[in-house]
């Protein structure tokens, strides 16, 4: 992978990301079971976030499809609580 001037830590952050995502199967089902450890790299793609440029997380999403899909999940849940579909306990 060129560098893109990604550090140590984002390199290992996403590659963390992208082969766990790869172990489940892209199918409904492969879903749904990914969806029930979202929580546990929430941690892993903030730091991704907020530690890399547009260019960067473009470069991520185009040669890591792990991460990419991770992305895309978490862009599908935040569009459906946005839009009312998926319900927020209101503790939360």
Known sequence: MPAMNLTAEQR???LLIDNHV????????GDEQL??????YMEAFKMLMDSTTTVQIDYLS????????????LES???GIADGVIDVPADH
């Open 12 to 14: 290992q952050l996403v």
């Open 22 to 29: 790869g172990r489940f199967p892209e199918t409904p089902l």
């Open 35 to 40: 969806l029930v450890t979202v929580y546990d």
């Open 62 to 73: 185009q040669h890591f499809p792990g991460f990419y899909r991770y992305a895309k999940l």
């Open 77 to 79: 849940l935040a569009q």
